[in-house]
């Protein structure tokens, strides 16, 4: 049977790794690569740098394709989401049909933590419903969340109190924020915020050597960390960017 791996690989330190990723990479003979253009060949080579960091034996097949896009402007979400998701799932089926011989071991290798807002697990349900068989391992990573509480130095929980985790368009219809992080917020919806009380800790490109991390009352530093990330975006071409909001005791 062909067997597939998916590897958290962290938010892009490729210091925080696990020993257990560490040996995935060293099973798998061949990776998949999804490009996601030019703009973003940095992430890409952000990869194979950690498959030629951590991989002993050479030998290993990159099976790089273009990344099905989004259409972005759709007024319905949820049925653009899912109209991607049914493009990616016959992208990984032919992937795996043609590039996976029987018995080998393939990879995709996922930022952050596979279970956490990362689709592939989904998409790999809809490649198994068209008829592909494989045996699925999950070998899990670093979150971005835990960088961003690591690099601000805090807990993310409190004593008694839970923690909330949700996209950035659904930041709008919370009616209270105790504390809850925030990601895939491509549209600053915390700019929107007037709530006197909160705090936010901000961080992108978490974990590498361009982290940028701000925190303090949001009404005081919002302004700040919406300069900070279009600067960022304009001198790399792309952000990944993630907070917690946070109402004091």
Same mark, same amino acid.
């Given at each position: 049977?062909?067997?597939?791996?998916?590897?958290?690989?962290?938010?892009?330190?490729?210091?925080?790794?696990?020993?257990?990723?560490? &040996?995935?990479?060293? #099973?798998?003979?061949? $990776? $998949?690569?999804? &490009?996601?253009?030019?703009?973003? &060949?940095?992430?890409?080579?952000?990869?194979?740098?950690?498959?030629?960091?951590?991989?002993?034996?050479?030998?290993?097949?990159?099976?790089?394709?273009?990344? +099905?896009?989004?259409?972005?402007?759709?007024?319905?979400?949820?049925?653009?989401?899912?109209?991607?998701?049914?493009?990616?799932?016959?992208?990984?089926?032919?992937?795996?049909?043609?590039?996976?011989?029987?018995?080998?071991?393939?990879?995709?290798?996922?930022?952050?933590?596979?279970?956490?807002?990362?689709?592939?697990?989904?998409?790999? &349900?809809?490649?198994?419903? #068209?008829?592909?068989?494989?045996?699925?391992?999950?070998?899990p990573g670093i979150s971005s969340v835990q960088a961003l509480a690591a690099g601000h130095?805090?807990?993310?929980?409190?004593?008694?109190? +839970?923690?909330?985790?949700?996209?950035?368009? #659904?930041?709008?219809?919370?009616?209270?924020?105790?504390?809850?992080?925030?990601?895939?917020?491509?549209?600053?919806?915390?700019?929107?915020?007037?709530? +006197?009380?909160?705090?936010?800790?901000?961080?992108?490109?978490?974990?590498?050597?361009?982290?940028?991390?701000?925190?303090?009352?949001?009404?005081?530093?919002?302004?700040?960390?919406?300069?900070?990330?279009?600067?960022?975006?304009?001198?790399?071409?792309?952000?990944?960017?993630?907070?917690?909001?946070?109402? +004091?005791?």
């Amino acid at each position: 049977m062909k067997q597939l791996l998916l590897i958290g690989i962290g938010p892009g330190n490729p210091r925080q790794i696990t020993l257990e990723a560490i &040996d995935g990479l060293n #099973r798998a003979q061949v $990776f $998949f690569v999804l &490009d996601k253009g030019a703009v973003k &060949d940095e992430l890409l080579q952000l990869r194979k740098n950690i498959l030629e960091r951590y991989i002993d034996q050479p030998g290993y097949r990159l099976v790089q394709v273009d990344d +099905p896009l989004r259409d972005g402007a759709a007024s319905d979400y949820v049925g653009a989401v899912q109209d991607w998701h049914q493009q990616r799932a016959a992208l990984y089926a032919s992937l795996i049909e043609n590039e996976l011989a029987d018995g080998e071991c393939g990879a995709f290798l996922l930022w952050g933590e596979p279970t956490l807002y990362d689709s592939t697990l989904r998409i790999l &349900d809809l490649v198994q419903a #068209r008829g592909v068989s494989l045996a699925l391992e999950v070998i899990p990573g670093i979150s971005s969340v835990q960088a961003l509480a690591a690099g601000h130095r805090i807990a993310l929980n409190r004593i008694g109190e +839970p923690l909330t985790v949700l996209p950035g368009r #659904r930041l709008a219809e919370q009616p209270r924020i105790d504390n809850l992080v925030v990601m895939l917020d491509g549209q600053c919806a915390f700019a929107a915020l007037d709530d +006197p009380q909160l705090h936010i800790y901000w961080g992108a490109y978490l974990g590498t050597a361009d982290q940028i991390l701000i925190a303090g009352p949001l009404l005081e530093v919002k302004a700040q960390i919406l300069a900070a990330r279009e600067q960022a975006r304009a001198r790399k071409g792309w952000i990944m960017d993630t907070y917690l909001l946070r109402r +004091p005791l």
